[in-house]
């Protein structure tokens, strides 16, 4: 069965002390989680919070990696350094990397494909923005993030990467989709899914929901079937915050 998962993304917040001290104090404070428990960081976090973890129940992710395996690529990070610091997963196709850093299907299809040939699990993030979900046009949005960058994989490499369907509208708005909302989009998620890869890799794939997701209203959500964790921003910032969520499970 599909794992559940709930995943915080600091984003570019916290220097390396801040860091590693949240790091520290969500090690003392989370144990026997009801799910997979992981922390997205900045990259120059990333080899000092896999040691401190080493062997933890939590998880470490990066939020990107480059496009490129390696090279003349100045200021970049490559999935296999990534790989190298013991980060396990990898944040991709995140909202704020599509609309401000020009990431495209073509780019994030690259970036995929790297990190999995780095034995790194994507947290691939689809969504729509608010004029798309007031048109109607949620359902044929996230169809073509997932056409364009990991319908091409093949169903064995599909199984590794987890699913967070994000609405932008709903990204550090303190807008939240309805659980309603939410599980249907989900569903609609998984139904693509089986279509392309069938039953078996739809039912065992990860499905995260992410935008304004809070201790109050996480219980609700990750309640129904097609809703199998979440992808935190703002509130994975306080351990206290990050790990009511958790406990949401
Ligand atoms: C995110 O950035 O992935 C996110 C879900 O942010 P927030 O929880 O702050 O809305």
Known sequence: MRKNIVAGNWKMNKNLQEGVALATELKEIVSNPNCEVIIGTPFIHLA???ELLKDNVIKVSAE???DKASGAYTGEVSAEMVKSTGAEYCILGHSERRAYYGETYEILKEKVQLALANDLKPIFCIGEVKEEREAGKQNEVVKAQLEGSVFNLSAEDFGKIVLAYEPVWAIGTGLTATPEQAQEIHAYIRGLVAEKYGNEVADNCTILYGGSCNAKNAAGLFANPDIDGGLIGGASLKA??????????
């Open 48 to 50: 000092t919070v896999s």
């Open 64 to 66: 990107n990696c480059a």
């Open 240 to 249: 206290e915050d990050f790990k009511a969520i958790i406990d949401a499970f």
